[in-house]
C-alpha cells in the first residue's frame, strides 16, 4: 500500500499573511488543487497561492540537495479537512498528466517519470523496487508544481 502525503512539510499558521501569498478566485473546473485537502477548488471558491518547499530541512548527509527547490501550490482560502489516505491514488492526480520523482535518504534524484494520472500507483511501486529510494515526490507535468509525497505503505 502507499501512504499518500499533502504537505509533507508543514505551512505556517496564517499563510495568507506570507509576503509571496496571493489570493486567486477559481474561474474553472480542474485548474485549482488544493494540496490540503486534494481536492480541486470549485468555481467560486478562493484559493491561497504560495511558495512551498516540500522537501524536509536537513537531509541524513547534512549537506542540502541541489533538488531542494520550492514549489507554487494552491491551498483553499476557507479551511479544508486535510486529506486522509486510504492507500488509492487521489482522484485529484488521476486525472492529470504527473512527473513522479524518487530520491533517496539525501534528498539526491536517483529516478523518474512522467506518467498519466491512472498510471500513477504502478510507477510509483515500480519506482520503489529500488531499496534506494526513500519517497517520491510527484509534480503537476505541465505547471510543475508540487503535487504530494508518496512513501511506502507499512
Do not use: W
Amino acid at each position: 500500500m502507499l501512504q499518500f502525503t499533502p504537505l509533507p512539510t508543514s505551512l505556517p499558521q496564517s499563510p495568507e499573511s506570507m509576503v509571496d501569498t496571493h489570493v486567486k478566485p477559481v474561474t474553472h473546473h480542474n485548474a485549482f488543487p488544493c494540496r490540503n485537502c486534494l481536492q480541486d477548488g470549485l468555481p467560486g471558491e478562493e484559493m491561497l497561492l504560495l511558495h512551498y518547499n516540500p522537501f524536509s530541512p536537513s537531509p541524513s548527509s547534512g549537506c542540502a540537495s541541489p533538488y531542494t527547490v520550492p514549489s507554487p501550490i494552491f491551498i483553499h482560502r476557507n479551511p479544508c479537512p486535510k486529506y486522509q489516505c486510504d492507500g488509492s491514488v487521489p482522484e485529484q492526480q488521476r486525472k492529470r498528466l504527473l512527473a513522479v520523482r524518487a530520491y533517496d535518504a539525501d534528498q539526491m534524484m536517483v529516478g523518474f517519470a512522467v506518467v498519466k494520472g491512472e498510471e500513477l500507483g504502478q510507477k510509483a511501486e515500480e519506482l520503489f523496487e529500488d531499496e534506494g529510494v526513500r519517497f517520491l515526490f510527484v509534480y503537476y507535468a505541465g505547471p510543475g508544481c508540487f503535487a504530494v509525497r508518496i512513501d511506502r505503505g507499512e
